[in-house]
């Protein structure tokens, strides 16, 4: 009887164990696939990231423009960050005002309006020539809205846009997509688009700038003919 004990005993303490390692292993295997689907999801967001860059490069390289470089450049920095709106703010009038020379999604409504330097987000990052982030903008105190400004619109990521070396306004994109907050990571991103737009800008001047000279030359010479 105590024999049979033993073995009953020592069955039980076997199939205990089997059970404990097949849920072990159940938990590794969970882990691991969860872990590969993070790689994937990372993988996904590096890729998207590769493509918005090497569009905007065509972009910019495509002679479009200025008006319609601003919006593409508005609309890949929406997308790179998975934002729900983006906009482009020029200084202007003698660096009081930033004109909204592109926006898309909620932002959108704004296009050709100005936004004072003194008391706005923008005119923050214009001053400063620095970055940001605010995921609650009715709390910041820097904060400027129209009166029609969407509520829905709650956070934003700004960062400014130059031209041969100088800010000349401020690229912005607002309310990242699923409600989650912005992070540093997404600042550096939009910097880096910032950074790259800012070449292809430069270019597309000096590309206008040569277009009008020429027109104007070939202008001076019909006068001369006659």
Do not use: C
């Amino acid at each position: 009887f105590r024999a049979l004990q033993g073995i009953g005993g020592a069955t039980v303490f076997a199939t205990s164990l089997a059970l404990y390692a097949r849920r072990r292993a159940a938990e590794t295997v969970r882990t691991e696939v969860e872990g590969f689907s993070r790689e994937l999801d990372a993988a996904a967001a590096r890729n998207r990231e590769l493509e918005s860059f090497r569009h905007l490069s065509q972009v910019l390289l495509s002679g479009r423009p200025l008006p319609e470089l601003f919006h593409e450049i508005a609309r890949l920095a929406a997308e790179l960050i998975d934002a729900e709106a983006s906009g482009i703010g020029l200084v202007t009038e003698e660096g009081r005002f930033l004109r909204i020379v592109a926006g898309t999604g909620l932002m959108a409504h704004a296009v050709a309006r100005l936004t004072p330097v003194d008391g706005s987000l923008a005119g923050w990052v214009v001053g400063h020539d620095r970055p940001l982030i605010t995921n609650d903008m009715r709390q910041d105190p820097r904060n400027f809205e129209f009166s029609d400004t969407p509520r829905a619109l709650t956070s934003a990521v700004m960062t400014p846009l130059r031209s041969s070396g100088l800010v000349i306004g401020t690229v912005t994109v607002m309310n990242r997509r699923g409600g989650q907050s912005f992070r540093d990571d997404d600042l550096y991103l939009l910097q880096a688009l910032a950074d790259q737009a800012a070449l292809g800008l430069d270019r597309a001047n000096v590309f206008e700038e040569s277009q009008r000279n020429a027109v104007a030359l070939a202008e001076k010479n019909r006068e001369l003919e006659h």
